[in-house]
C-alpha cells in the first residue's frame, strides 16, 4: 500500500516522538522513560514531566495490558474511515503503566 492510495489522516510527528512511530512500523510498543527519575513518560514529551529533566530514553514494552474500555463506531467521523465502518476502538492500560488507545 502507497500514501497515496491510503484515506485515513496521518499525524505530524514531532521529532522527539519518531522513536515510537518507527517503533510501529516494527510492531513493536516502545515507551519513553526518564534517565533520571525512572519515570514512564506518556504522552511522550522532550523531557521528563515530573521532574523536569530533557535525559529521556526509550525502552520496548512488553505489549500486555488490561482492556479497560471499548466502543464501536458505527459512523465515520472522518472520510477516510468510511470503508471500516464498524470499527473498534479500545483503551488498553499497559503493564508499564500509561493507558494508550488502539484498534
Known sequence: ???????????????YEQPAWDGAK????????CAACKATIFPFNSWCTTCH???????????????????????????????????NVIWVRLDEGPLITSN
Open 1 to 15: 500500500m502507497t500514501t497515496t492510495n491510503y484515506k485515513k489522516p496521518l499525524p505530524v510527528v514531532p521529532a
Open 53 to 87: 529533566s530533557f535525559d529521556t530514553e526509550w525502552f520496548q514494552a512488553s505489549g500486555k495490558g488490561t482492556i479497560t474500555g471499548r466502543i464501536i463506531y458505527h459512523q465515520a467521523f472522518h472520510p477516510g474511515f468510511a470503508d471500516s465502518i464498524p470499527y
Open 26 to 33: 516494527q510492531r513493536k510498543v516502545m515507551l519513553q522513560r
